[in-house]
């Protein structure tokens, strides 16, 4: 499997400030609907894993679209923040062992190569400045298939704005398109670049459907307006999602598979550990050395690099120090 060396990535702080990701969400519901509406579809190609990950999964706002056909979960983030408003949302599930919240960074994961029978990654390449690395390391981590979000700067108003301001070359550049400010740069891609990024890392992968094809249109109508036209611009995106797969909307979903099979390298059973912990702790290493663990009830520690990695409430802490 690929070795995937974690660079130095600029990755936006959702902790900051005390941001409440759950606010983003407050006004766009044709986005969550949209997005909810592929999943379900989606989510029937990755079958019934026993683990799964959602990478990026912030407050746990996709979970019950995996829930019920995983037999575990595991939601990994970088903010403190999101995990712990995930801790409260998915209370139960946690009590009972079939969900799991990790802190960590999509670029050094914590877990060993092929820990995961499937995963997702939903709005989150867009934060990153070496997406090639982050595909990688993700990657290593899948024993079967993902589901990728991919947001694309040649999509139809990408094209229109891009035509209007004389720079249609940036559509066809292999670069990313960087929008947004310094602090809070946004990227889109071309399609045809990230997969053949997965291609080279020992993934086939469909284009199954085409997202948000109307975005963020309910945010510039009067309310009346909205709800007047809901019903139609929701059968628009119905039927884009299928015809518009590659060129329409702004986020693009794959299904990659790994072409060969990848062993999982698991460690021995911790003991002292709830049984659902203990499997969890057998799917860890060190994210910074990817060392093995030993495991308390309420820290994790690194033998090699020394770093412990301590619980944290409802999830465990998985970002490296320094």
């Not at 307006?225 to 019903?231: E, Q, S, T």
């Not at 460690?267 to 060392?291: H, I, N």
């Amino acid at each position: 499997m690929s070795t995937c060396t974690p660079p130095q990535q600029n990755i936006i702080d959702y902790d900051r400030g005390g941001y409440d990701y759950r606010e983003f969400w407050a006004d766009r519901q044709y986005e969550d609907w949209a997005e909810s509406r592929a999943l379900d579809r989606i989510m029937r190609k990755l079958g019934h894993p026993r683990w799964f990950a959602d990478f990026g999964g912030g407050f746990g706002r996709n979970a019950p679209h995996y829930r019920r056909r995983a037999h575990h979960s595991v939601i990994v983030d970088s903010s403190a923040n999101n995990l712990t408003h995930a801790g409260e949302l998915h209370a139960a599930d946690i009590a009972a062992g079939r969900v799991h919240l990790v802190r960590g960074t999509v670029t050094a994961l914590p877990f060993v190569d092929g820990a995961f029978d499937a995963a997702m990654v939903v709005r989150v390449l867009h934060h990153l400045d070496d997406v090639k690395q982050a595909l990688c390391e993700m990657g290593r981590t899948i024993n079967g298939s993902w589901l990728v979000d991919v947001p694309i700067k040649h999509h139809a108003l990408g094209r229109l704005r891009s035509a209007v301001r004389l720079r249609l070359g940036e559509m066809s550049s292999p670069e990313p398109l960087i929008r947004g400010s310094s602090e809070h740069p946004f990227r889109a891609y071309r399609l045809p670049v990230i997969r053949q990024l997965l291609s080279e890392a020992d993934w086939d992968s469909d284009l199954v459907a085409s997202v948000n094809n109307f975005r963020r249109w309910d945010q510039a109508l009067p309310q009346l307006v909205v709800a007047a036209l809901r019903p139609l611009v929701q059968t628009l995106e119905i039927v884009t999602q299928s015809t518009g797969r590659g060129w329409w909307g702004p986020s693009q979903f794959l299904v990659a598979t790994r072409r060969s099979d990848v062993r999982p390298l698991l460690g021995s059973t911790p003991a002292g550990l709830p049984t659902s912990m203990a499997e969890l702790a057998r799917r860890m290493v060190c994210p910074a050395c990817r060392d093995a663990l030993t495991w308390t009830a309420d820290h994790a520690r690194c033998g090699a690099c020394l770093q412990t990695f301590r619980r944290q409430h409802s999830f465990w802490d998985f970002v490296p120090q320094g």
